[in-house]
């Protein structure tokens, strides 16, 4: 059999375009900004996770613009070699700092992260026991590491328990997300600590979603409960609320240490650019200088739901800035991403198995930038186009 014979039979995306609804790969022409220019056409940015909208902050782009003045566009090496600058270490000490943990280390991309935290600290014998609706990065990390994955059902606290006490006297690290991207649920932490206390478990979240949106000063899901020390490892992006690209992991130091000394996928990958690190460091400062833009964020996602509710459009309620949009099927939510497209509101469509087959969803999500005005305005083109696609009852 030829390798290629998939390629050629993979006809999903050709399927999609055919029937002029695939939403991919759209041309941004324009900054992540609240209205962008998308394909030659004004839309409003309801798409994306520049949460605090501080990738056109001054600040953070002349951090950028600097650093690539003093250091050049480029590490060329790994951090175990040529490719640790001092802005690297001070990056982790302000991660670590800010996130009340000993120490942190980062890496080339969020997706890396979870690749390279599990796969270190997790091997034969060990269990990783995740939700079932964890990134896609976590179930790739649990493959890397050999380590044996149980999952349990979303948020079921009795269904991680059952999945814990199957592990038995093994090591065990629960891995959840603490907002979880499609959804906008929170984690329930709590419960998940006081699980892991009686089951001798560790605990990592990837609060990618959480960082900069919830918690004191944007500190995340650990700090939205007041479980800062309760938590072993947290893991983040600066690819969302913190403008840049990368990831990291903070917690104890011989944790760390540990990590940077044995993770595969930090060990073998060139560092971060260093103006992405510049960038995320004037991002985290300028969140922790203006903490008030973590309440705009919540105040905008607020003010979003309202005006949804009162043109009787159904969403999923919740406190972040994921707001997402009950649909039907998938091409029937192709569609609707496609006609709001076309009417100037740019959104991502959530399809199975992200979803269940019927259960569709329009993910929206804010930023601290956007208005009250062009909120209003993509609210009104929301529901006049599901209202036109999917009926009067389902709006």
Not at 12 to 36: M, N, T, W
Not at 111 to 131: E, M
Not at 275 to 299: D, T, W
Not at 306 to 315: G, P, Q, T
Request: glycine letters at 8%; charged letters at 20%.
């Amino acid at each position: 059999m030829d390798l290629f014979e998939k390629c050629q039979n993979y006809h999903i995306a050709d399927d999609a375009r055919e029937k002029g609804i695939y939403p991919y790969f759209h041309c941004l022409e324009s900054r992540q900004a609240p209205e962008v220019i998308m394909e030659g056409k004004r839309r409003i940015m309801l798409g994306s996770n520049n949460y605090l909208g501080l990738t056109t902050q001054p600040c953070v782009m002349k951090a950028a613009e600097d650093a690539i003045e003093k250091y050049g566009t480029g590490c060329s090496g790994s951090r175990f070699l040529n490719g640790t600058l001092d802005l690297h270490l001070k990056l982790e000490k302000e991660v670590a700092s800010f996130l009340s943990k000993d120490d942190a280390v980062s890496m080339p991309t969020g997706f890396q992260t979870n690749l390279g935290i599990i796969s270190s600290l997790c091997g034969r014998g060990d269990y990783v026991i995740c939700d079932r609706e964890n990134h896609a990065s976590i179930y790739d990390g649990c493959k890397l590491s050999y380590a044996e994955m149980l999952r349990y059902r979303h948020n079921d606290m009795e269904n991680l328990e059952m999945m814990l006490s199957k592990a038995g006297n093994a090591g065990k690290l629960i891995v959840t997300d603490g907002v979880f991207s499609m959804s906008g649920d929170i984690a329930n932490l709590p419960a998940i600590v006081e699980l892991a206390h009686k089951y001798n478990a560790r605990i990592m979240v990837d609060d990618s979603h959480g960082i900069g949106t919830i918690g004191s000063y944007g500190k995340g899901t650990a700090s939205y409960w007041g479980l800062e020390d309760q938590v072993d490892i947290i893991m983040g992006t600066f690819s969302k609320s913190l403008a840049s690209l990368g990831g990291f992991a903070a917690g104890k130091a011989r944790v760390i240490d540990f990590i940077r000394h044995t993770s595969r996928p930090f060990i073998f990958s060139a560092s971060i650019p260093p103006a992405s690190a510049a960038s995320a460091l004037a991002a985290l400062e300028y969140m922790e200088q203006h903490p008030q833009i973590v309440g705009r964020l919540k105040a905008l996602s607020d003010y979003f739901r309202a005006a949804l509710k009162s043109r009787n459009v159904r969403f999923k309620d919740g406190i972040t800035p994921v707001v997402p949009i009950y649909t039907t099927d998938g091409d029937t939510t192709l569609r609707i991403a496609k006609i709001l497209f076309d009417e100037g509101v740019y959104v991502n469509p959530v399809l199975p198995p992200a979803t269940a087959e019927n259960e569709c969803l329009i993910r929206t999500s804010m930023m601290a930038t956007l208005t009250e005005s062009l909120l209003d305005e993509a609210a009104t083109i929301i529901a006049d186009v599901l209202s036109r696609t999917i009926g009067k009852e389902s709006v």
